[in-house]
């Protein structure tokens, strides 16, 4: 996710970085992480669980934290309680706007590069299957998202639900990110193209399209994945974009 947030820091953040960019990992972040977790019926299940959504989170913010780096731009990667955030430098420094001119199509790069990350990543944890001589099923989610079944000869439950925890974070949320619902990734490479194409009204178009698209996410969740957390999640997204357009509405 890609939004300008910025959680205040806290004694107990932990704090590292990654080939020079700085992360913070906020605690209800590990909390959300149990809390989502809590209905695999294993210690093992909930553990592998907690180190795959941190882990894929962290691929997909580096995807978008070195995309802005290939601009010129710095950025600090923030996990919390609603997943990641890549937030420009000057901008986590409270120094107001950031100071590099990034192009449209450079946000677009940027918003995409955290999803392609993790395709590229789940992509990886494929091959290393092969190489360890696992068994991949194809398999499609909705009909059209891939998320293939593995099963490994080595590292008995423990390396197996790691794997098919790191797929389904790294594929499944990757596409669904993708979808054109603010503040999405997906969201705002439609808002940057629509912007481009009609500078009148492409941010209205835009948030009108969120607002069907995240109502269509939210049923299509509910009906076909019986998922409250994505039917609620997507429904308050496409809530807040219908009252996005009130304000714009509202303005003129
Ligand atoms: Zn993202």
Redesign the pocket.
């Known amino acids: 996710?890609?939004l300008f947030q910025v959680p205040p820091p806290t004694r107990f953040d932990l704090r590292f970085s990654i080939a020079g960019i700085p992360v913070r990992v906020h605690p209800l972040f590990w909390l959300i992480a149990i809390l989502f977790g809590s209905s695999s019926n294993s210690v093992i299940g909930l553990l592998t669980w907690i180190i795959a959504i941190f882990v894929s989170i962290l691929i997909?913010?580096l995807?978008?934290a070195f995309a802005m780096r290939r601009y010129g731009q710095g950025s600090q990667i923030i996990l919390h309680f609603s997943g990641?955030l890549?937030v420009p430098e000057s901008i986590s420094w409270g120094g107001g706007y950031a100071n590099v001119a990034i192009t449209a199509n450079q946000q677009i790069f940027i918003?995409l590069a955290?999803?392609l990350a993790g395709f590229l990543f789940a992509g990886l944890v494929l091959a290393a299957s092969v190489a360890l001589g696992g068994a991949i099923i194809p398999n499609f989610i909705f009909g059209f998202i891939p998320f293939p079944i593995v099963f490994l000869p080595v590292g008995g439950e423990i390396l197996n639900s790691l794997v098919m925890d790191l797929l389904w974070i790294s594929i499944f949320w990757g596409f669904i990110?993708l979808m054109p619902v603010h503040p999405?990734?997906g969201g705002n490479v439609s808002r940057y193209i629509l912007i481009q194409t009609d500078p009148l009204n492409g941010l209205r178009t835009s948030l009108w399209v969120s607002v069907i698209s995240g109502a269509a996410v939210a049923f299509a969740g509910l009906v076909f994945l019986r998922s409250t957390y994505m039917a609620i999640l997507f429904g308050l997204l496409a809530f807040q974009s219908f009252q996005a357009v009130q304000g714009i509405n509202g303005r003129y």
């Open positions: 996710m890609f997909h913010e995807g978008h990641g890549t918003s955290g999803p990110n999405l990734d």
